[in-house]
T-cell receptor
């Protein structure tokens, strides 16, 4: 089955930059990113590799090159502490969604 | 604005069937190019997509769960539902419903608040 990889955890000091990677054989498919805080539902923070939905701060940005997509959080705030998941299309025509294992971001 | 709300039993016994319903408000459940999906997050694990349905009944399933899953839409009630058969402890999770954009980008947004389902005797 199709597997995406993410680092289990990233720690960052307030005001610094956090970078979360997502590895996989994306082909021509794009990657989407979700933020999930404890006890809350996931929120879409980036789609189509780089696009921020309305209401998501500009501090959240994305990029993708080859087999790695990256979510970058600039000027990290305490409120950014959460689990972050990448998601893309599966490899079969009916497997519409595969998620990475998630990265826990801790703000020091 | 679009809102989704899950409802379910909370506790299900092993080998039984889990039934969940998602109520949609703030938008039409028959919107063009909009699928409606179910996802879950087991405790201590990551997110997993289960299945998605279009208002005309067309469906997509996670291959690993397909044999145990049924998904349907009731447009008159603005609801869509999930049935998961032969549940085990591994099906214990917070279950979410979400709008599934499949036309262009294939992402899930927004999500319901989630409902915790425990599988226990």
């Amino acid at each position: 089955s199709y597997v995406l990889t993410q680092p289990p955890s990233v720690s960052v000091a307030p005001g610094q930059t956090a970078r979360i990677t997502c590895g996989g054989d994306f082909g021509t498919n794009t990657v989407h990113w979700y933020q999930q805080k404890p006890g809350q539902a996931p929120i879409l923070v980036l789609y189509d590799d780089t696009v921020r939905p309305s209401g998501v701060p500009e501090r959240f940005s994305g990029s993708s090159s080859g087999n790695t997509a990256t979510l970058t959080i600039s000027r990290v705030e305490a409120g950014d502490e959460a689990d972050y998941f990448c998601q893309t299309l599966g490899h079969s025509e009916t497997d519409l969604a595969v998620f990475g294992p998630g990265t826990q971001v801790t703000v020091l | 604005h679009l809102q989704l709300q899950e409802s379910g039993p909370g506790l299900v016994k092993p080998s039984e069937t889990l039934s969940l319903t998602c109520s949609v408000s703030g938008a039409s459940i028959t919107s063009d190019s909009t699928y409606w999906g179910w996802l879950r997050r087991p405790p201590g694990k990551g997110l997993e997509w289960i299945a998605s349905v279009y208002y005309n009944g067309h469906t997509y399933f996670n291959p690993s769960l397909k044999s145990r899953v049924a998904i349907s839409v009731d447009s008159s009630k603005r609801q869509f539902s999930l049935n998961l058969t032969s549940v085990t402890a591994a099906d214990t999770a917070v279950y979410y419903c979400a709008r599934h954009d499949t036309e262009l980008y294939n992402y899930f947004d927004p999500w319901g608040q989630g409902t915790l389902i425990s599988v226990s005797p």
